[in-house]
């Protein structure tokens, strides 16, 4: 098999509590060796001075939409749109069609994902048959097959007493359930509940106000076992952008308010937030580009994610920044990775600090609407390496 050096970088690994500018050989699919002027031995030679070489970045809310939808994004557009993020691994969320609720759907997925894929796709199995609310899928059957995690996505689960029910049924599992909470401020205190009673492992995806992420403080004191993210597009605009972008604007949950922005980035900072996910969710240019009651909820995410999340979170230490991209999201999610231990899967990410401005144009996703076309963002992807492949490098990082 093939084998890497990447020669001169700053490794950040907060896992094993790594910073320091070293060297970092890969082989047979494995990070195998870090230390001060290693030599390149027939290895291909990355050259990363100056950059930043981090494990392999994971984003655990992303739409695929294959099966169902290869007019918004097929496992080929949006795992090429990720890489090319600097994200060595997805999770993809159950609302295709047909629906992931079902074993052979999720093998039908990994199947094509790793025939078609550029990165790690990770299948979160649906909670409720044909994602409808009433019937409890075969938890078990679905984790057998390789769902890592559970979710209705955007549908929330309503009856409290289905929700209670699936939780009970699945707590056994390491798998953890993902609400999608709206409306968010009293689903998630509703899950919060259900979460504490069952015991299940909970997590809250793309928390947007002030008032949700009070709950979770609140939660965690009394001993909840949960855990939540943040996307890029919440921590960056308020809802006055849907005055000025109409649908490209338009998101489940919704832009908020400034006040809610800063309580967001301010959860961020003090740990309450595990996660970055971007909620990936690419719709074509005729759903997107009309009227706010009209468009399509949600947009591209992938390609921007990284640049987003530095941009709007300057103070941020590097390896916490790190940890939200690579540790917490493996650990949350209990899938390889997160690491660059020696023996951890040869996944890395290697970004810079330098601006750039984002063209939607330019992205490899088949979703070309974001509402952050024309900004300048901060971090940029140079390279991103999976499996000991090098599956994106940008034209500046020398051979
Ligand atoms: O805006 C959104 N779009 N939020 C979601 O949670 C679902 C997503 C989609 O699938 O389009």
Known sequence: MSSVLIKGGRIVDPASSLD?????????????????GLDAAGDEVLDAAGTIV????????V????????????????????????????ACMPNTNPPLDDPRVIAAVL?????????????IGAITRGRRGRHPCDFEALAKAGAVAFSDDGDTVDDVRVLRDAAMRAANLRAPFISHCEPENEIVARD?????????????????????VDLVREARERGVRVTCE????????????????????????????????????????????DAFASDHAPHTREEKEVDVARAAPGFSGLEVAVGAYAAALP???????????????????GIPGGTLAIGAPADVTIFADRGWTVDPATFLSKGKCTPFAGKVLSRAIVA????????????????
Request: net charge positive; proline share 5%.
């Open 63 to 90: 739409h695929l939409r294959d099966p169902g939808f290869p007019e918004k994004e097929t496992i080929a557009t949006g795992t090429a749109a990720a890489v090319r993020g600097g994200f060595t691994s997805v």
């Open 54 to 61: 981090a494990p392999g970045f994971i984003d655990m809310h």
């Open 111 to 123: 199947r094509d994902a790793r025939a078609l894929g550029s990165c790690h796709v990770y299948p």
């Open 20 to 36: 320091a500018v070293l060297d970092l050989r890969l082989r047979d699919g494995a990070v195998a060796e870090i230390g001060a």
């Open 192 to 212: 919060l509940r259900v979460a504490a009673e069952t015991q299940k492992a909970w997590h809250l995806a793309h928390l947007s106000t002030a008032a949700a």
């Open 230 to 273: 943040a996307t890029p597009h919440h921590l960056t605009f308020t809802n006055a952008l849907l005055a000025e972008r109409g649908g490209v604007a338009r998101v489940n949950p919704p832009l908020r308010d400034e006040r809610d922005v800063a309580a967001l980035r301010a959860a961020v900072l003090d740990g309450t937030i």
């Open 315 to 333: 103070e941020l230490s590097l390896p916490r920044f790190v940890a939200l991209l690579s540790a917490n999201p493996a650990r949350i999610l």
């Open 384 to 399: 991103t390496i999976v499996a000991g492949i090098v599956r994106y490098r940008a034209r500046e990082l020398a051979a």
